[in-house]
């Protein structure tokens, strides 16, 4: 008992030092990972999911931020701003919308979340109602496979682009639930070939991949409506997005 209990002591001396050594800038970039969520009218398990923190979009010192969870990010609301904070002493990230008119700030909504578990690749955080009856879950990392955390997503899927919209890039998620030769692949209205995002065997898991507008040759394309599709196999997956200038 001796033993375990020194243990415990140093994992929290551990714990307790990473995060004072933690500020906002190194929740910045990709997170890929699952969610949970439990309601009295909606309730799943390991969704798979990404959160996008954005580098050197400070705001009031808090990070913008974009995400597939539909719990802590509406991409419908356009005239929402998404914040994510940090509050290192009470060890809790915020993810906050504030409501944009003309005349300034209509409104915001805080959803705070405890950090249960951290290190510096993956982060475990829990957020409940104040009446106890939601509560909602992120488990995920830094690294491009939760592989790690022994959760594969269910089944292969070409999700939606976010922003869409968009300039100057976009996000695409896809996740692969076995070892398959994927090709993910920009095309326009017309057929015309754009550019490779992706080519080769994937493992399982959740990725996220960038395009920024241009071709194979690094040259801008014009705006308009392209298709992004994903190859898996004899599977093909096809979605449209629009790209502004």
Not at 38 to 61: F, P
Not at 86 to 111: A, C, H, W
Not at 195 to 212: H, K, M
């Amino acid at each position: 008992m001796v033993r375990i209990y020194n243990y415990i002591v140093v994992f929290l001396a551990f714990q307790h030092c990473f995060l004072m050594a933690v500020d906002l800038e190194h929740f910045a970039g990709y997170w890929i990972g699952t969610e949970s969520l439990e309601s009295s009218t909606n309730s799943y398990q390991n969704r798979s999911i990404y959160l996008y923190v954005r580098h050197n979009d400070l705001v009031d010192d808090k990070l913008i931020y974009t995400s597939s969870s539909n719990f802590i990010f509406n991409a419908y609301l356009d005239w929402a701003n998404h914040y994510f904070a940090y509050d290192k002493i009470e060890n809790q990230v915020t993810f906050e919308r504030r409501f944009m008119t003309p005349l300034g700030i209509l409104g915001s909504q805080n959803l705070v979340y405890n950090i249960i578990e951290i290190d510096d690749t993956r982060i475990l955080l829990e957020y409940v109602s104040d009446d106890g009856f939601t509560v909602h879950s992120l488990n995920i990392s830094s690294s491009m496979l939760s592989n790690n955390l022994g959760i594969y997503p269910l089944e292969m899927n070409l999700g939606e682009n976010y922003p869409n919209p968009f300039n100057p890039e976009t996000f695409i998620p896809v996740n692969i639930n076995k070892k398959i030769y994927t090709s993910l692949e920009i095309y326009n209205l017309s057929g015309q070939f754009i550019q490779t995002l992706q080519s080769g065997y994937l493992e399982p898991g959740s990725y996220i991949f960038q395009w920024n507008g241009k071709n194979n040759n690094n040259i801008n394309v014009s705006a308009g409506t392209y298709v992004y599709r994903l190859f898996m196999g004899d599977k093909i997956i096809s979605k449209k997005m629009i790209l502004l200038k």
